[in-house]
């Protein structure tokens, strides 16, 4: 039987995963290696066909056996964490590594090993520091030395790949840990100097130059990264720019951040020999690259798509609800969009103190595209000194359809604006616990505290106050509150929602798309309108995270009357 096109070791990593995806959309029969099988679910879910997959089981740390035979061999495996013992790094790190090569010798089809190292690995010679550099980069030294002697002696054809720090969907570790804490107002400063250089290399340009390798010459070994990316602080500062967020305007060196307590810096000791001024020889990999048809991504524009990644998932949190997504300019405010922002059938506004996601049990059970942003200054959108009506307008300035919108609480009543204004850009307005028509908000909304005791809620806590049962998801709308300024728009918004009730309620005579009202009934209107009002039996509030069966049913019936 001929052998398998490729092996791939660690197939179910961050990076391993991307490869066998690539590999397999080349048409190459793939054996990956494989505890327990999260690699399959993940591939579908990428669309990729895993007919020509094969999943084999493997434990690296010891020697090989029983594997299918194979022409090119990938290892991708390796313990990449800080704070590692020392005996566990080297398991996998170099251990492994050399369990994965000698295999390999030993295969009689074999073509090429292409192996993972690391940008700053492959430039140490000499015994490395596990003092100084800690378990997890000063085992990836040693691997790859003694990876390379091995090879040698054993004469296999190897090629090692150094990467920059991988960006991509799913990475939640080591630069993105600073993004993490520039996005939740934790990054006082940034460390190192103006001249830190932090590498990185785009995930999918990565797989795509792997799976091209073994065309190329043997023993020649590469640095995978972008030499365009900014400078730290200039890094920093272009996500920060993209995300709406304030980019720290010091530096903290390195020496200095060394000798603070952890408690104080929230940097890892292990992360701070990372941050050098350090460059690194790529004109190899820039070379075959360009020679195999491979252009890397803008460094900006992969910063950019990366941080919106990290957004939607909340660094790792959760799964994002719906794609497309991520920050747009909109009216002053860098807005988070999520869904199709040109031929939505649905917009849906959220209320305070929600955010797009909230919207996720309702849309779910509606027909046809939708868009959801999160309003300016709440959830995960930048502020705008501009009034919400010109953020509204400007939001739908690209909608090709005439969507129902679906707007809920203090959202309501800009949404009837527009409807006013703008009666030909819609098909109707579906009004969902409508403030301006229901009795006051809690005295929290009124009260001084409502900012600080908003931004110590825990989700429960949250559930709580919003009276929805536990369990209900809203531990998204708990995370917002906690990020600067968010707790203080929120109740900001709801008190003067509160002293523009009696407008509002003025406007629904003007209003002439069709409206449907849907309440909950323990939270009823207190004054009557001319507009069909649907009451949902024990519901409150927050009926489109409880009921969302029940008022997934009324927007069909809105669209039916237009």
């Not at 929290?444 to 110590?456: D, E, T, V």
């Not at 798309?513 to 649907?534: C, E, F, K, N, Y």
Request: charged letters at 20%; proline letters at 9%; glycine letters at 8%.
């Amino acid at each position: 039987m001929d052998p398998l096109d490729a092996i791939v070791f660690g197939a179910t990593g961050f990076i391993g995963r991307s490869l066998v995806a690539e590999l397999l959309t080349q048409g190459q029969r793939v054996a990956a290696t494989v505890r327990k099988d999260t690699l399959t679910p993940w591939l579908i879910s990428q669309g990729i066909e895993t007919g020509n997959l094969e999943l084999v089981t493997a434990d690296i740390t010891r020697p090989l056996s029983g594997l299918p035979e194979v022409r090119d061999v990938y290892n991708t495996a390796g313990r990449y964490a800080f704070g590692l013992g020392v005996e566990e790094a080297r398991a996998t790190n170099v251990t492994g590594a050399l369990h994965v090569l000698e295999w390999a010798a030993a295969r009689p089809s074999l073509r090429r090993l292409v192996h993972i190292s690391g940008y700053r690995v492959s430039a140490v010679d000499g015994s490395p520091d596990y003092a100084g550099l800690g378990a997890y980069e000063a085992s990836k030294i040693e691997g790859d030395q003694a990876l390379r002697a091995r090879a040698r002696e054993l004469n296999v054809p190897l090629n090692i790949v150094n990467p920059g720090v991988v960006i991509g969907p799913g990475q939640y570790i080591g630069l993105a840990t600073l993004v993490e804490d520039l996005w939740n107002g934790r990054l006082p400063a940034v460390p190192g100097s103006a001249d830190t250089f932090v590498p990185i290399t785009v995930l999918d340009h990565l797989a795509r130059f792997m799976a091209r390798l073994p065309t190329s010459p043997a023993g020649v070994h590469h640095w995978v990264l972008d030499d365009t990316t900014p400078r730290l602080p200039e890094l920093i500062g272009t996500i920060a720019g993209h995300t709406g967020t304030r980019a720290p305007r010091r530096t903290v060196p390195v020496g200095l951040v060394r000798r603070l307590p952890r408690k104080l810096t929230g940097a890892d000791p292990e992360t701070l020999s990372f941050l050098s001024t350090d460059r690194y020889p790529t004109a190899g990999a820039d070379a075959f690259a360009t020679d195999a048809g491979l252009r890397t991504p803008a460094a900006t524009d992969a910063l950019h798509t990366w941080a919106d990644d990290l957004v939607a998932a909340r660094f790792g949190a959760t799964s994002p609800w719906l794609r497309p997504y991520g920050f747009h300019p909109v009216a002053g405010s860098r807005t988070w969009l999520t869904g199709d922002r040109h031929r939505p059938d649905h917009v849906l506004l959220h209320g305070a103190p929600m955010n797009a996601d909230l919207w996720a049990p309702l849309a779910s059970l509606l027909t046809g595209p939708v868009l959801a942003p999160d309003l300016p200054g709440l959830g995960r959108s930048s502020a705008t000194a501009q009034p919400m009506d010109s953020w509204l307008a400007e939001l739908l300035d690209p909608v090709q359809t005439r969507p129902l919108l679906v707007a809920h609480s203090l959202a309501c009543a800009p949404a009837l604006r527009f409807a006013i204004d703008h009666p030909t850009r819609i098909s109707g307005l579906v009004l969902v616990s409508p403030s301006f028509l229901q009795a006051p908000a809690s005295p929290l909304a009124r009260s001084p505290l409502a900012a600080p005791l908003m931004r110590r809620m825990s989700p429960a806590r949250l559930a709580h106050t919003l009276g929805v049962p536990n369990g209900v998801e809203v531990k998204s709308a708990a995370a917002d509150l906690h990020r600067p300024g968010v707790a203080r728009r929120v109740a900001a918004a709801l008190r003067a929602d509160i002293t523009r009730r009696s407008k509002s309620r003025a406007l629904l005579d003007q209003v002439s798309v069709p409206v449907q009202i849907i309440v909950g009934s323990t939270d009823p209107l207190v004054t009557p309108v001319a507009h069909p009002v649907t009451e949902v039996a024990g519901a409150g509030h927050y009926l489109q995270l409880t009921h969302p069966a029940q008022v997934a049913h009324h927007p069909g019936a809105v669209a039916a009357r237009t």
